[in-house]
């Protein structure tokens, strides 16, 4: 099955703690995409991001840049937030075209048999 996410909101800004550098963005998409294409959608932002100056404190940790169905982006500062767009707009388009070009693969046991596995540790 095929994914495809668009920015459906405005950026918003949250403050961080004292002491940190810059603020955290979230950006809404119109779903909550698999961890397979935000594995995808981080790499290619480390991609399309390597080697600009003005990304200095951004911190990608591709296991919570995606959050339900936000892009959340810490230690963004006022001066790197216009340099931001067209890379996320690249990497979402890239995590949507591998999506259409790499559908799932077959699993190798069924989600009754993973379960059942899973219920073994504490049942």
Do not use: K
Not at 42 to 63: F, M
Request: hydrophobic fraction near 40%; aromatic fraction near 4%.
């Amino acid at each position: 099955m095929s994914e495809h996410y668009e920015i459906i909101s405005q950026a918003r800004g949250e403050p961080r703690a004292a002491g940190c550098v810059g603020v955290r963005v979230r950006v809404r998409l119109s779903g909550v995409p698999s961890h397979r294409w935000c594995y995808t959608f981080a790499g290619r932002l480390v991609t399309e991001l390597t080697g600009h100056v003005p990304v200095g404190h951004l911190r990608i940790n591709v296991h919570d840049i995606v959050q339900g169905d936000q892009i959340v982006l810490d230690g963004i500062e006022r001066t790197e937030a216009p340099a931001l767009a067209e890379p996320l707009r690249r990497a979402i388009d890239a995590a949507n075209h591998a999506a259409e070009a790499q559908p799932n693969r077959a699993r190798n046991v069924s989600q009754r048999e993973a379960d059942a596995v899973a219920g073994q540790i504490f049942g």
